[in-house]
């Protein structure tokens, strides 16, 4: 269940006349956080390879769906030119797009192609969708990059998701070097780090594991896994000018895991 500052309407329009940007919008962080963008007042070009969810999520949002397979350069490409064209500009882009298949398991028993797969959509497309946001960025002199990696990037897991983890430790990476690279241009660049977010990808992963998910729980210090408008809402700063001096993050929005040793009983 949602809690009460996650289902309040924002009250804040920091976004106005802004295009944003988001992959993986037609569920989870990245409809909510498609949502939440719009009604801060930005133009949302919701991307998704399932069309039906991502025209959903358009209209929800009075925005733009462009049907997009975020590992296919062409189809990456058209989508920030749509937006462009479409809107005049590309002010934010937030690379959300992921898949935690559960083929992808202990390093033991992984194999080479759920490996593959897990990093073309987890951290390929992280590459390319940057690749294609900076220019139109560095054009105007002024950009927000918000990439999706994980609390398991800053932390070891005993239940391992190996290409998972792996990905996510890479879109860190990445993120931290293109904030730092590009941060004298006007761009800034973060990773935001979620906890476990109570999402559809996380029911039907734990639905298959429930000892793996009450394993997992008990080390969230908050009780609970997060909802995906308390992600949005991070997300929502991190494209506003309110974060304008936060850049090269890794941004953790995770119930307290990280910073715990032992958790409330």
């Keep these: 269940m949602a809690t009460a500052a996650a289902t309040e309407r924002p009250v804040c329009r920091r976004l106005v006349g802004r295009t944003a940007v988001v992959t993986g919008a037609g569920s989870g962080i990245g409809l909510a956080s498609a949502l939440r963008l719009a009604s801060e007042g930005a133009h949302v070009v919701c991307a998704d390879v ?7 999520a358009a209209e929800q949002t009075g925005g733009l769906f462009v049907e997009t397979d975020v590992t296919d350069a062409d189809q990456v490409e058209a989508l920030f030119r749509t937006a462009n064209d479409t809107y005049g500009s590309v002010d934010i882009a937030f690379n959300n797009a992921g898949i935690s298949p559960p083929d992808d398991d202990s390093i033991l028993t992984t194999e080479l192609d759920a490996w593959q797969r897990v990093q073309h959509v987890n951290l390929t497309s992280v590459y390319l969708c940057c690749r294609q946001a900076i220019p139109y960025m ?3 002199g002024r950009g927000s990059i918000i990439n999706t ?9 005993a239940t391992s ?12 990476a990445m993120s931290r070097e293109l904030g730092v690279q590009f941060a004298r241009e006007g761009i800034r660049v973060n990773a935001l780090c979620p906890g476990p977010v109570n999402t559809p990808l996380l029911q039907e992963l734990f ?4 000892e793996r998910a009450l394993r997992r729980l008990v080390h969230v210090p908050a009780g609970r896994f997060a909802e995906a408008e308390e992600i949005a809402a991070a997300v929502a700063f991190l494209a506003s000018d309110d974060s304008s001096f936060v850049n ?7 119930g307290g895991i990280a910073g715990a040793y032992v958790t409330p009983q």
Excluded: H, N, W
């Excluded at 990696?149 to 897991?157: L, P, R």
């Excluded at 639905?207 to 429930?210: E, G, H, Q, R, T």
């Design 207 to 210: 639905a298959k594991d429930p």
């Design 161 to 172: 998701q190996i290409s998972y983890t792996a990905s996510k430790g890479g879109v860190l």
């Design 149 to 157: 990696a994980s609390f398991v990037a800053v932390m070891g897991a």
């Design 248 to 254: 090269a993050s890794e941004f953790l929005v995770d």
């Design 50 to 56: 399932d069309t039906e969810r991502g025209k959903a």
């Design 138 to 140: 560095r054009e105007q």
